[in-house]
């Protein structure tokens, strides 16, 4: 749609938002009512260009911005397109990358607050040919942009497991927490990635915690909460990620099948000098034990916090304090500790 007169940012958003508006408007069909919904996406010139190609591209770039950020329009920005360039030439190279097993795994201890190691996060981290190594903020957005989430997803699962399968066959009772993403938490086909590679690698699933985000479940309500009863059926643990950061609502933790919730690092940060947050960690932990939940806390870096988080009744804490995200190699060493010090006791 081409509109001579709106050549200004104003005029022209304020078109779209009149189209928007009657395109809202029910559509009766064969006595059938369709309630139809667009993605609007508007360019002007000379600010964007001053032939048809160069608008058609501006207008479509902006189109695609609205779909992405779920707005009904969306005003073109250079800038953005320079972004969107960028994330399809990492999404390219993450295909790649899948192909070529270049995704690792790292794993960041979880502990008691007395000390007893019981498990890690599994993290994963893209060992690039020309970047070098990349943590998940510099590629997760181009995957969920491009659909790579499932796979990035079926290789972690893949590999933490198959690490503790053979740590569990060593003795230990150790457990893995792997993160998803919003867009794998709308998809059933996660329920069978989880059932598979707990299959393959014969793992318990009570061994296997999925942690998601408070955003991610606000994603889709309905959908989140059907993958997490699937979830909960195969026998797999679920936590809350980053709790107190999101659209945090007490209904979810009434109807979803959690397990666990996992208090975001900046409530932990100044618990031992803000009496404030340490209000909040204390209402979170009891609010937390009254519903049988256990309680993590992230963000452990200094000895002041982990005595408090002890005196406020944490059952489990992670953080630079207790260990760094490390390779399995190294994690083995903490397990093998662990292990000499388990024998040490009984022998006490």
Known sequence: ????????????????????????????????????????????SPEHGETRGDMLFAADAAMYSAKTSGLPLAYHSPSAVGDRRQRLIVAEDLYTALDRRELT??????????????????????????????????????????????????????????????WRRGGTRLTVSVNVSASD???????????????????????????????????????????????????????VDDYGTGYSSLEYLLKL??????LDRAFCRDIVTELRATAIVRSTVDLTHALGLRMVAEGVENAGTLFVLR???????????????????????????ELRRGSRELLS
């Not at 318990?204 to 009863?229: D, G, S, Y």
């Not at 099948?257 to 996992?262: A, D, L, S, T």
């Not at 059952?315 to 260990?323: A, E, I, P, S």
């Open 185 to 239: 938490l709308r998809d059933e086909g996660l329920v069978r990635l989880v059932a598979s590679a707990l299959l393959t690698h014969d793992v318990p699933p009570e061994a296997l915690t999925i942690e998601i985000t408070e955003t991610a479940m606000m994603h889709n309500p309905e959908q989140a909460q059907q993958v997490m009863a699937a979830l909960s059926d195969l026998g797999v643990r679920l936590s």
């Open 257 to 262: 099948p959690i397990n666990e919730i996992k």
């Open 311 to 337: 005196e406020l009744g944490c059952d489990l804490v992670q953080g630079w304090l207790l260990g760094r995200p490390m390779p399995a190699q190294a994690f083995e060493l903490l397990i093998a500790q």
């Open 1 to 44: 749609m081409i509109l001579y007169e709106a050549d200004t940012h104003n005029a022209a958003m304020a078109c779209g938002s009149a189209l928007e508006e009657s395109l809202a408007e029910p559509i009766e069909l064969r006595d059938v009512v369709l309630h139809a919904q667009a993605s609007i996406g508007i360019a002007t």
């Open 105 to 166: 795994v790292e794993y960041q201890p979880v502990l008691t607050v007395e000390g007893a190691l019981v498990g890690c996060e599994a993290l994963v981290r893209w060992d690039h040919p020309t970047r070098g190594r990349l943590s998940p903020g510099e590629f997760l957005e181009a995957a969920e942009r491009y659909k790579l989430t499932p796979a990035i997803a079926e290789r972690v699962l893949d590999v933490a497991l198959g690490d503790l399968a053979r």
